[in-house]
T-cell receptor, first 111, second 112 residues
Framework: DADVTQTPRNRITKTGKRIMLECSQT?????MYWYRQDPGLGLRLIYY???????NKGEISDGYSVSRQAQAKFSLSLESAIPNQTALYFC??????????FGDGTRLSIL | QQQVKQSPQSLIVQKGGISIINCAYE??????FPWYQQFPGKGPALLIA?????SEKKEGRFTISFNKSAKQFSLHIMDSQPGDSATYFC???????????FGQGTRLTINP
């Protein structure tokens, strides 16, 4: 299985701050994804990348940006955080059309 | 717009009983239907998946039943155990497992 590492695991910050969540993987998967999880809404796709030069918006990309620095690294940024971006954030990876493997998430609270 | 609707939101089952979680989808182009299991503090992990060319898939105590005409699929957990207590998500996608659309999740509790 892919080793998908997310940092930080928990973060509390204030409205208006810029925040970066990082994801790295060690199995050489080409595809990486960012989701947010909210109670009662399941997981929703924010951005996805099928290779280093490919970045695509997901269902809820407004207020977020991403960077694929290398095949193994995919970071998510909140340029100016707002309270309704408080959520659990998950990174996932996959190889081709194979199942996605998820990291253990970042719990983000915006005050 | 929720393309995949999951029910119930929470479910309590006695040990040894059958747990059933249902999902309905709207997009007939979906061709891959996985179920994910999530424990507290962990990310979702693939449990079992099905493609629409079969009506049922079984792996151990876990079975997916798929009804293409009704656009519904369900997860059955036989002989439910306390260790099955978790949140379960159904999902759907097309062209393989690329862009998953998730249901709302079901919190399952198995009482000993």
């Amino acid at each position: 299985d892919a080793d998908v590492t997310q940092t930080p695991r928990n973060r509390i910050t204030k409205t208006g701050k810029r925040i970066m969540l990082e994801c790295s993987q060690t199995k050489g998967h080409d595809r990486m994804y960012w989701y947010r999880q909210d109670p009662g809404l399941g997981l929703r796709l924010i951005y996805y990348s099928f290779d280093v030069k490919d970045i695509n918006k997901g269902e809820i990309s407004d207020g977020y940006s991403v960077s694929r620095q290398a095949q193994a690294k995919f970071s998510l940024s909140l340029e100016s955080a707002i309270p309704n971006q408080t959520a659990l954030y998950f990174c996932a990876t996959s190889w081709g059309n194979q199942p996605q493997h998820f990291g253990d998430g970042t719990r983000l609270s915006i005050l | 717009q929720q393309q995949v609707k999951q029910s119930p939101q929470s479910l309590i089952v006695q040990k040894g009983g059958i747990s059933i979680i249902n999902c309905a989808y709207e997009n007939t182009a979906f061709d891959y239907f996985p179920w994910y299991q999530q424990f507290p503090g962990k990310g979702p992990a693939l449990l079992i998946a099905i493609r629409p060319d079969v009506s049922e898939k079984k792996e151990g105590r876990f079975t997916i039943s798929f009804n293409k005409s009704a656009k519904q699929f369900s997860l059955h957990i036989m002989d439910s155990q306390p260790g099955d207590s978790a949140t379960y998500f159904c999902a759907a996608s097309f062209q393989g497992a690329q862009k998953l659309v998730f249901g709302q999740g079901t919190r399952l509790t198995i009482n000993p």
